[in-house]
């Protein structure tokens, strides 16, 4: 990958971090402009913090998953060691929007106790502003934000979007389909349960031959579905993440996980790079369908066809979907920047093959260097919104 675009900082191309390990942190990231002394909070997953000093942004270390008190010690015992480190005292406070999150509760409180100001900042429209600020870019670009989790203006769910947007603001241009995922965080330690609401929302049968329907017994599946049907803790994802899950479980791989994305993980590590066929996602103004996607690959699955051929075919179909989604969005704005962040660009094999179909179309295309493309980089994207904003 050494051929892909780099940033103006001191990294060599090919780095691609997962961590900002010992040797990266506390490295501080130069901004495209000059920035008040801030602090953001970063995600709940895969958390950082970051603080900025001129226009530098320091990155914290990886504090982890902040799900419990002794993560949240560590989190404020870091914030205070990098603000006396780096002589910050911060004027405002940047936050995820999820009310729930470990890291914007401190941020809330911290900030009535302190009398300071708060950015409440879209978790990936944080994303597309990381690797953007990373890069030194200040034009309007389109961003391509694939995750997981993150909470969405409407409520929902979303890890499925197409971003028109600069550090001022920003356009949800389009997303992926809508479904639901039965119990929330139940759902992503059970792929299975979200394969079957995947179907259930496209109007298709649970068919016996599969794995997911397998998974469920029969007085199971009626409580699923009663679920389902009366919409029982069902939020409403645009997750690629989830989607991930769902068709890795369809596919056969795996049905439980014992971390989150362990299903996609190994679906990407089955991909046959000789396989040149793809299924056809449905690409129309402002959405993104899977209709056509899933029942290509239910069919093969029952047929036998072995899962490294579907695994191919998905991912070259996913690749080729976002290529022509940027291609409309391009054709609507004239954008030709394409900014790629999230964690499902953690995915060689879709990182590797939409890369290459953009830049066949022309499209300069920045992915991340200097922080992860994952939640651990979400931070410096929340503190070059809040910072241009505080400026304007």
């Given at each position: 990958m050494t051929n892909d675009q780099s940033s103006s900082n001191h990294r060599p191309s090919s780095v691609y971090p997962i961590r900002r390990s010992?040797?990266?942190?506390?490295?501080?990231?130069?901004?495209?402009?000059?920035?008040?002394?801030?602090?953001?909070?970063?995600?709940?997953?895969?958390?950082?913090?970051?603080?900025?000093?001129?226009?530098?942004?320091?990155?914290?270390?990886?504090?982890?998953?902040?799900?419990?008190?002794?993560?949240?010690?560590?989190?404020?015992?870091?914030?205070?060691?990098?603000?006396?480190?780096?002589?910050?005292?911060?004027?405002?406070?940047?936050?995820?929007?999820?009310?729930?999150?470990?890291?914007?509760?401190?941020?809330?409180?911290?900030?009535?106790?302190?009398?300071?100001?708060?950015?409440?900042?879209?978790?990936?429209?944080?994303?597309?502003?990381?690797?953007?600020?990373?890069?030194?870019?200040?034009?309007?670009?389109?961003?391509?934000?694939?995750?997981?989790?993150?909470?969405?203006?409407?409520?929902?769910?979303?890890?499925?979007?197409?971003?028109?947007?600069?550090?001022?603001?920003?356009?949800?241009?389009?997303?992926?389909?809508?479904?639901?995922l039965p119990g929330g965080d139940a759902a992503i330690k059970k792929p299975a349960r979200t394969a079957l609401a995947l179907l259930w929302s496209l109007g298709m049968d649970w068919d016996d031959a599969l794995e997911s329907v397998k998974e469920f017994c029969a007085e199971d599946q009626v409580t699923l579905r009663v679920q389902l049907e009366k919409k029982i803790n069902t939020p409403m994802t645009s997750s690629m993440g989830r989607l991930f899950d769902a068709v890795s479980a369809l596919a056969g791989v795996r049905q439980k996980v014992n971390y989150e994305g362990q299903a996609a993980i190994e679906f990407e590590a089955m991909a046959d790079s000789a396989e040149a066929g793809q299924y056809v996602f449905g690409v129309e103004s402002g959405q993104v369908g899977v209709r056509g996607v899933v029942e290509a690959l239910v069919k093969d699955t029952v047929a036998g066809v072995p899962i490294q051929k579907i695994s191919a075919r998905f991912h070259n179909g996913l690749a080729e979907s976002v290529r022509e989604m940027v291609k409309r969005i391009s054709g609507e704005t004239s954008l030709r920047t394409v900014v790629l962040s999230g964690g499902v660009w953690q995915n060689l094999t879709l990182l590797r093959r939409t890369l290459s179909l953009l830049r066949k179309d022309g499209f300069e295309v920045y992915i991340h260097r200097e922080v992860p493309t994952n939640d651990g980089g979400l931070s410096l994207g929340q503190a070059a919104i809040a910072a241009y904003r505080l400026r304007g």
């Open positions: 010992r040797g990266y942190s506390p490295f501080p990231v130069k901004l495209p402009f000059q920035v008040p002394p801030l602090l953001a909070t970063g995600s709940e997953l895969k958390n950082t913090f970051c603080i900025t000093n001129g226009n530098y942004a320091f990155l914290s270390h990886h504090i982890g998953d902040m799900e419990n008190y002794e993560t949240l010690q560590s989190f404020e015992q870091g914030v205070e060691h990098f603000e006396r480190l780096f002589r910050v005292k911060p004027v405002a406070i940047a936050h995820d929007m999820h009310p729930n999150y470990l890291a914007t509760r401190y941020a809330l409180e911290r900030a009535e106790r302190e009398n300071l100001p708060t950015f409440n900042i879209q978790h990936h429209y944080a994303h597309v502003a990381a690797c953007m600020a990373e890069h030194g870019l200040t034009e309007p670009v389109i961003g391509v934000s694939f995750d997981g989790t993150g909470y969405g203006d409407d409520g929902a769910i979303w890890g499925g979007e197409f971003l028109v947007a600069d550090y001022k603001s920003y356009q949800r241009a389009a997303h992926l389909e809508y479904f639901p």
